[in-house]
Protein backbone atom coordinates (compact mmCIF):
# COMPACT_ATOMS: atom_id res chain seq x y z
CA UNK A 1 0.00 0.00 0.00
CA UNK A 2 1.46 3.58 -1.23
CA UNK A 3 1.40 6.48 0.91
CA UNK A 4 -1.74 8.52 -0.62
CA UNK A 5 0.25 11.20 -2.31
CA UNK A 6 -2.57 14.29 -0.81
CA UNK A 7 -1.09 13.13 3.05
CA UNK A 8 2.73 12.64 1.36
CA UNK A 9 1.74 16.53 -0.08
CA UNK A 10 0.69 18.13 3.63
CA UNK A 11 3.38 16.64 4.84
CA UNK A 12 6.20 18.03 2.80
CA UNK A 13 4.27 21.49 3.23
CA UNK A 14 3.95 21.44 7.10
CA UNK A 15 7.07 20.08 9.25
CA UNK A 16 5.05 19.09 12.45
CA UNK A 17 3.65 16.54 10.29
CA UNK A 18 5.36 13.15 10.15
CA UNK A 19 4.03 9.75 8.29
CA UNK A 20 5.55 6.66 9.01
CA UNK A 21 5.23 3.36 6.98
CA UNK A 22 5.77 -0.04 8.27
CA UNK A 23 4.83 -3.67 7.45
CA UNK A 24 4.11 -6.57 9.82
CA UNK A 25 4.01 -10.15 8.63
CA UNK A 26 0.55 -10.07 7.69
CA UNK A 27 -0.37 -6.45 7.83
CA UNK A 28 1.11 -3.15 6.70
CA UNK A 29 0.28 0.30 8.38
CA UNK A 30 0.52 4.23 7.65
CA UNK A 31 0.95 6.22 10.44
CA UNK A 32 0.52 10.14 9.93
CA UNK A 33 1.12 12.09 13.11
CA UNK A 34 -0.34 15.25 13.26
CA UNK A 35 2.35 16.88 15.64
CA UNK A 36 1.42 19.16 18.54
CA UNK A 37 -1.17 20.89 16.62
CA UNK A 38 -3.78 22.14 18.81
CA UNK A 39 -7.05 20.36 19.17
CA UNK A 40 -8.03 16.70 18.16
CA UNK A 41 -7.76 15.73 14.57
CA UNK A 42 -11.26 14.45 13.59
CA UNK A 43 -11.91 11.82 10.55
CA UNK A 44 -14.59 11.80 7.97
CA UNK A 45 -15.09 8.76 5.52
CA UNK A 46 -17.25 10.02 2.57
CA UNK A 47 -17.09 6.81 -0.24
CA UNK A 48 -13.82 6.08 -1.04
CA UNK A 49 -12.54 9.54 0.65
CA UNK A 50 -11.28 10.79 4.02
CA UNK A 51 -11.51 13.92 5.27
CA UNK A 52 -9.21 14.74 8.17
CA UNK A 53 -9.59 18.47 9.89
CA UNK A 54 -7.24 19.55 12.40
CA UNK A 55 -6.37 23.02 13.83
CA UNK A 56 -8.72 24.30 11.23
CA UNK A 57 -6.33 22.41 8.44
CA UNK A 58 -8.22 20.09 6.38
CA UNK A 59 -6.61 17.27 4.40
CA UNK A 60 -8.55 14.93 1.75
CA UNK A 61 -7.41 12.12 0.43
CA UNK A 62 -8.46 8.72 -1.32
CA UNK A 63 -8.32 5.85 0.41
CA UNK A 64 -6.33 3.21 -0.85
CA UNK A 65 -7.77 0.12 -2.46
CA UNK A 66 -6.19 -2.46 0.21
CA UNK A 67 -7.13 -0.24 2.77
CA UNK A 68 -9.16 -2.48 5.57
CA UNK A 69 -9.75 0.46 7.84
CA UNK A 70 -8.96 4.22 8.16
CA UNK A 71 -8.90 5.40 12.23
CA UNK A 72 -7.82 8.27 14.26
CA UNK A 73 -6.50 7.41 17.45
CA UNK A 74 -4.49 9.99 19.85
CA UNK A 75 -3.80 12.56 16.94
CA UNK A 76 -2.46 10.07 15.03
CA UNK A 77 -4.66 8.70 11.58
CA UNK A 78 -3.48 5.19 10.68
CA UNK A 79 -4.41 3.60 7.45
CA UNK A 80 -4.19 -0.49 8.01
CA UNK A 81 -4.18 -3.05 4.97
Given amino acids: ???PPELEAAAGEQ???TI???QYDEEQI???D???ISGEPTLDIVGDT???VVDGSQFEFSIPAD???VVVNDGVLT???
Fill in 20 to 22: TNR
Fill in 67 to 69: AND
Fill in 79 to 81: ITA
Fill in 34 to 36: FGP
Fill in 15 to 17: DDI
Fill in 1 to 3: MET
Fill in 50 to 52: AIV
Fill in 30 to 32: IAV
